[in-house]
């Protein structure tokens, strides 16, 4: 009975485990395969190299500095994404006057809100790049900004054309893109946790910023770490948004170049060096796991029942 069980799961699995081998583990194989060899792409000709691409990248000003960008983004992006989308939620679910019996509410109009928050995830990557590449136009009739700085007196930025606003523009961008998706994502996970708990706070005397720190964030905390999994990921890529709002792709001056954008450069323009940017691909990969490990690593917890 007991192998018949296993048969049983097995068959269950085998179609399932046989598509994700297929579909997923069987590129990331031909990525590394790719990246030993000194293919361009083009031809059916390809010639294994060892290391040798590996060794390239090592050396590479470039790609270190792209990876930088990468790390940067990594490190900003998600904690202040994710900062505002508890914050947001907080107020929109718990952070409102009490009204009536209620023990807890949102801000009043907090259904309109989440609305207008979750507008963005609507709009494609595309369609958001190339609005705020409008907004941050640097002429003073036409860029939303400059004209708003313009009418309180202030001079015009070139944003996307400075080499130290650049990047931090295009993280501000990445932020608004995402923080709706996290607003409804906590607010959610908000709306489960029992009115029991938060009623016995407010008669011990908390107030709304220890109700945050020693209730809903605690709560929350499998639902963050996820979510800070994810936009780690987001962060690493960021390929769209560079690639459509920077000047000529990585500019000015490379101070906005990332990773999958180089990948992208070294494989199709520069040469079509397949074998380089697939090395490039493995070494993106790598970074991602290891920061996907250590998040999930240090969010382990107890988990917290109610």
Known sequence: MRHGKYRFIIGFLAI???LYGVLVISPFVQDFQISLTDWTGLT???HYIGFENYRKII????????LWHNVLLLLI????????GLFFAFMLNVGGRRKGSASVAGVRGSGGYKIIFFFPQVLSVAVIAILWQQIYNPDPDEGLLNVLLKGVGIGGQTWLGDPKLALACI???????NVGFYVVLFSAGMASIPTEIYEASLLDGANRSTTFFRVTLPLLADTVAT?????????????????LMSVNDGGPNEKTDVV????FKTAFRDNSQYGLAAAMGVAMLIVTLVFAALTLRLARRDRLEF
């Open 59 to 66: 050396h590479n000003h470039l790609f270190w500095q792209s």
């Open 16 to 18: 399932p485990l046989a």
């Open 77 to 84: 992006v998600p904690v202040v994404t994710l900062a505002l």
């Open 171 to 177: 993280m501000a961008v990445m932020v608004w893109a």
């Open 260 to 263: 999958p954008l180089l990948l």
């Open 44 to 46: 059916p000709d390809k």
């Open 227 to 243: 979510g800070w999994v994810y936009m780690g990921i987001i962060a690493m890529d960021a390929f769209a948004y560079v690639q």
